[in-house]
């Protein structure tokens, strides 16, 4: 009776044993390296220093950098919902370009803004401000280098703003050419401490105005108030100080129709200005999208040269941690002899440096983020510079960090996985 031949495959999978064996393995690796960090401490430091400050810098500017574009968007660059600005010149960054602008563009007047309210059939609402430094007095005090704008009195919804005390300017008081003006907080507060201003007056260049109004606290911009303004009807302040200074032209959109009336608000304007189907605008249409997009493009260029600068020193970091590694390397040769001796394959002892390499710089990553963290406090907390987190930023360094590890690890475990056994158990 003929019988069937067994066939024996070969299992290629790894079997559980052995992947047990491989976990605990990594683990022992991982318990060596920090013996030999706590064995030898300031070794460890002095090889970890140059990792420590490359991490701790890179960390701290994103922080800055964060800090600065969540600042940047909430506190300068945001122009109230579906708002947009035309002014006498764009976003420049070219000088030579800029010096063409000054020579090109031609001041906005009030007509401009007219023609733009009544034209626009997307825009909601249209309104003008100018601006001058003047001081400003009361009751024997007075307050230097004050921001007097002169505005329309639908500028302060335009822009989103809030009074705090009293009321808005109204219409017919801009209609009129009234005395009258809306402070911010820091004027109320030095000029009438703990003295209700609403009906009081200030002197600004030998004119009287009544206060009707104060504005919200704002606080401040890298240290800069954002309160010491006041503000008058536009036609009171060029009625003083003559209509040739050029004006902001603030609008804001109907819901859904930005982009509609950022479009007819350029073609009014270029039809004001007389320009060609050629001719380029000789005004600028800025929007808070347009100016963030300016910001994050100029800290790109701040982060990207100074990742540049940083990333030679974890560069010179990483070739200490291979220095190091070698000289480890030498001073355990007996150890690696005795562990292939035992069975260790090469794969093994090279495992065994790369995970060492790799502790370190993630060691050295973990002390630069919680300098870097301590650091972003103290610039929060006590200085004008602000600084925000980031979650993703301990990942980073520490990702940063292990690969590095492995890049200047690599060279060292494979020194050591290449030793031979019985030369090895030779070395003192």
């Avoid at 706590?38 to 070794?43: E, G, M, P, V």
């Avoid at 249209?126 to 009361?138: D, L, P």
């Avoid at 907080?185 to 209700?196: H, T, Y």
């Avoid at 394959?345 to 060691?363: A, H, I, K, P, T």
């Amino acid at each position: 009776m003929a019988t069937t031949p067994i066939v024996q495959v070969k299992q290629t999978t790894t079997s559980a044993p052995e992947k047990a064996r491989g976990y605990a393995g990594f683990i022992e690796y991982i318990g060596i390296a920090f013996d030999s960090l706590r064995s030898n401490k300031l070794r460890s430091f002095l090889t970890l220093l140059g990792i420590i400050i490359g991490i701790t810098s890179i960390i701290l500017v994103i922080s800055i950098i964060e800090g600065l574009n969540l600042y940047w968007k909430e506190k300068i660059s945001n122009f109230g919902p579906n708002t947009f600005v035309v002014n006498q010149f764009p976003i420049i960054t070219n000088p030579d370009e800029y010096f063409k602008a000054l020579k090109r563009n031609p001041e906005i007047k009030n007509k401009e803004a007219e023609a733009i309210a009544q034209n626009c059939t997307s825009c909601e609402a249209v309104g003008m401000e100018t601006h001058k430094i003047v001081t400003v007095k009361a009751k024997g005090n007075s307050i230097d280098s004050v921001d007097l704008g002169g505005i329309t009195p639908n500028i302060m919804e335009i822009e989103g703003k809030h009074t705090a005390i009293g009321r808005n300017l109204l219409d017919w008081e801009n209609d009129h050419s009234r005395f009258v003006a809306y402070i911010g907080w820091d004027i109320a507060e030095k000029l009438f401490p703990a003295v209700d201003p609403i009906g009081k007056t200030i002197q600004i260049d030998d004119h009287q105005y009544t206060i009707v109004g104060v504005g919200e606290k704002r606080g401040t911009v890298f240290g800069q108030s954002q309160d010491n303004y006041v503000k008058a009807p536009i036609l009171t302040f060029q009625k003083i100080y003559g209509s040739r200074r050029t004006i902001n032209i603030s609008v804001k959109a109907k819901e859904g129709e930005l982009q509609q009336a950022q479009d007819q608000a350029r073609l009014i304007m270029r039809t004001q200005h007389g320009l060609g189907y050629h001719e380029e605008d000789d005004f600028g249409l800025l929007t808070s999208e347009g100016v963030n997009q300016l910001f994050a493009s100029l800290t790109n260029v701040i982060f990207s040269v100074f990742l540049f600068v940083v990333g030679i020193s974890l560069v010179v970091g990483g070739i200490v941690i291979m220095n190091i590694m070698l000289v480890s390397v030498v001073e355990r040769t007996k150890e690696i002899g005795i562990r292939k001796a035992v069975g260790a394959r090469q794969q093994d002892v090279v495992n065994q440096f790369l995970v060492e390499s790799v502790v370190l710089c993630s060691v050295g990553g973990i002390i630069g983020v919680a300098i870097a963290y301590g650091l972003s406090l103290l610039l929060a907390n006590f200085t004008p510079l602000p600084a925000a987190f980031p979650l993703w930023a301990p990942i980073l360094a520490i990702g940063l960090s292990s690969v590095i590890g492995v890049f200047f690890g690599i060279y060292p475990a494979r020194q050591a996985g290449s030793l031979d056994p019985i030369e090895a158990l030779r070395a003192e």
